[in-house]
């Protein structure tokens, strides 16, 4: 019999449909490592919900966690669908995959306004600089100079989604690349776990149109020269009320840190040959505009800091779901209706 996790399910309940992604898509081997993650931490299906928008990257929920909730929104606008949807029902699990041009060229006013208000989910960008559905045109996280053999060279910078996310006010901001599978497994748990938006830009190679090795956002380019800014582990705990603010000491070089999730999971980073500490947010920015400049693949937990209140907990919403409610809680009695009228005639 194959093995069970804690729920009693095998991993293979945690499918979805099968790909209809170009064969060695990088966005079905983070699909996979999302069917690994949910699988190991016994995530119960009933209490996610995937979202996503338009693009290659916003076809994939249908192929993980298939007896999930899901909404496919139009394009640019699941950051709206999310925050309707974890207002109302602030038990969901929020799982949303989006790709670099649906959040970083039409989407890109939504996105930083989901992080600002600090919205509950898991924010996936599968980001491999071209528009693949609509044939491969550049998108806004395409690398200046890159030449296309269809659309010529690119002159335009690039957006860089982790440096918009801190700059925006995420706490969970990470980069990973989708060819690293434990990398990307581990951040994906240690992001479910966090409280409140989680940022995980995934450079996700898309191999029919920019697959090139000039390109930072190919696969050969990716296995030549990702660097790990730390080794990460996670351990996982059980889903519980939140805790206090979690803090942590100073470390130095190759010495490990422990950060308690407020789930209860652990987050334990150790220094590898780098003095970058992720808990400084000038450092992250100094870090991703050096990266930028000298064009090197930084992965790993960019930015973490102790969660802000959340949306739900800024407009003081009740500890039931908004959707769990019955009429009598919904409805005000005719008389409070009445009284409100009188002092408004």
């Known amino acids: 019999m194959p093995p069970t996790n804690a729920l009693g399910l095998e991993r293979s309940e945690y499918k979805g449909g099968p790909s209809t992604l170009c064969p060695g898509c990088g966005h079905d081997s983070i699909s996979n490592q999302i069917i690994s993650v949910a699988y190991d931490l016994g995530l119960p299906m ?3 919900a995937k979202f996503s928008g338009i693009g290659c990257s916003s076809k994939t929920p249908a192929y993980f966690l298939g007896r999930s909730h ?23 699990i929020a799982i949303a995959v989006s790709g670099d041009g649906d959040t970083g060229s039409i989407g890109f006013g939504q996105y930083k306004h989901v992080i600002r208000r600090n919205v509950p989910m898991v924010y996936i960008i599968e980001n491999n600089g071209v528009y693949g559905l609509t044939k491969g045109q550049f998108s806004a996280t395409a690398d200046e100079g890159q030449q296309l053999k269809y659309y010529g060279k690119n002159d335009l910078p690039p957006i860089d989604m982790c440096m918009e996310a801190i700059i925006g006010g995420a706490t969970f901001v990470a980069r990973s690349f989708s060819g690293d599978a434990k990398q990307v497994q581990t951040l994906l748990k240690a992001a479910i776990a966090h409280k409140g938006t989680a940022v995980l830009d995934i450079i996700s190679p898309c191999v029919t149109f920019n ?8 696969y050969p380019y990716g296995k030549e ?9 996670f351990f996982a ?4 009320p939140d805790r206090p603010e979690i803090t942590v000491e100073d470390y130095a070089e190759g010495t490990t840190i422990e950060v308690e999730m407020h789930d ?3 987050v334990r ?13 000038m450092g992250a920015l100094m870090l991703l505009e050096q990266a930028q400049a000298d064009q090197t693949f930084l992965t790993g937990l960019i930015y973490y800091e102790e969660p802000r209140l959340t949306l739900g907990e800024t407009l003081n919403l009740t500890e039931t779901p908004l ?6 809680h919904l409805r005000p009695p005719k008389q409070a209706l009445d009284d409100l009228m009188k002092a408004y005639m």
């Open 46 to 48: 009933h209490r996610v």
């Open 70 to 92: 899901g909404f496919n929104s139009v394009h640019g606008r699941m950051p709206s669908v999310v925050t309707g949807a974890t207002t109302a029902n602030t038990d969901l």
């Open 264 to 266: 209860g999971s652990m």
């Open 225 to 233: 020269n990702e660097i790990q800014l730390h080794e990460i582990e």
């Open 269 to 281: 980073l150790k220094k590898v040959g780098n003095d970058f500490d992720p808990r400084s947010r």
């Open 237 to 240: 705990g059980a889903f519980v």
């Open 211 to 218: 697959n090139a090795t000039t390109s930072t956002k190919s």
């Open 323 to 328: 959707a769990q409610l019955d009429e009598a």
